[in-house]
């Protein structure tokens, strides 16, 4: 069965460094989203895209956040200054169509931990 | 918007029985859909179960069922034959039409007694 990838499974970084979270969406999948969850706590939508454009991002989703579909089959989170607060789970997931009844396939997520 | 209330922080219930795991939602859609995730410990979020607004039917999906009452915005998730392997976390989710972002609920974990 096809599945959403994400590399890497774990990454830690540095206070004020740029990180780049890689996602490879089933590939006949039109609308993908990426997702985090602080330890412990709710998965929280970050930000949502189609035809290569944003569709709807979250208050989280400030101008040290950006996305990018750069050759037709990835799509990255790049975080350009990273905070101790950005340390969490994050995840990737794509959907066929963009109406109600379609469920969203999840990647495994990766672990950001920033230190 | 929407909103995902799940009241049970933790459930604890013994191999081989049923579980109801509770949810409730709010929304202004006329037309949305309601999902179900497990979430293990290993960390991965896996689709379960999906019931629409409009679908008369509760929806089931194995030992997985939805209690879906439309007027009471609910829609709790029944596991039957608890297995061990069902300890995880579960979360409750939902779609709407205005936005078809996914809104999840706080999560309930569930835990499996031998």
């Known amino acids: 069965e096809p599945e959403v990838t994400q590399t890497p499974s774990h990454q830690v970084t540095q206070m004020g460094q740029e990180v780049i979270l890689r996602c490879v969406p089933i590939?006949?999948?039109?609308?993908f989203y990426w997702y985090r969850q602080i330890l412990g706590q709710k998965v929280e939508f970050l930000v949502s895209?189609?035809?290569?454009?944003?569709?709807?991002k979250s208050e989280i989703f400030d101008d040290q956040f950006s996305v990018e579909r750069p050759d037709g089959s990835n799509f990255t989170l790049k975080i350009r200054s990273t905070k101790l607060e950005d340390s969490a789970m994050y995840f990737c997931?794509?959907?066929?169509?963009?109406?109600?009844?379609?469920?969203?396939?999840f990647g495994n997520g990766t672990r950001l931990t920033v230190t | 918007a929407q909103k995902i209330t799940q009241t049970q922080p933790g459930m604890f219930v013994q191999e081989k029985e049923a579980v109801t795991l509770d949810c409730t939602y709010d929304?202004?859609?006329?037309?949305?859909?309601l999902f179900w995730y497990k979430q293990p410990s290993s960390g991965e979020m896996i689709f379960l179960i999906y019931?629409?607004?409009?679908?008369?039917q509760n929806a089931t999906e194995g030992r997985y069922s939805l209690n879906f009452q439309k007027a009471r915005k609910s829609a709790n998730l029944v596991i039957s034959a608890s297995q061990l392997g069902d300890s995880a976390m579960y979360f409750c989710?939902?779609?709407?039409?205005?936005?078809?972002?996914?809104?999840f609920g706080k999560g309930t974990l569930l835990t499996v007694n031998p």
């Open positions: 895209f189609y035809n290569n454009e944003i569709s709807e």
């Open positions: 989710a939902m779609r709407g039409s205005s936005n078809y972002k996914l809104t």
């Open positions: 019931q629409g607004s409009y679908d008369e």
């Open positions: 929304t202004s859609d006329q037309s949305y859909g």
């Open positions: 590939s006949n999948h039109l609308y």
């Open positions: 997931a794509s959907t066929t169509i963009g109406t109600a009844n379609s469920p969203l396939h």
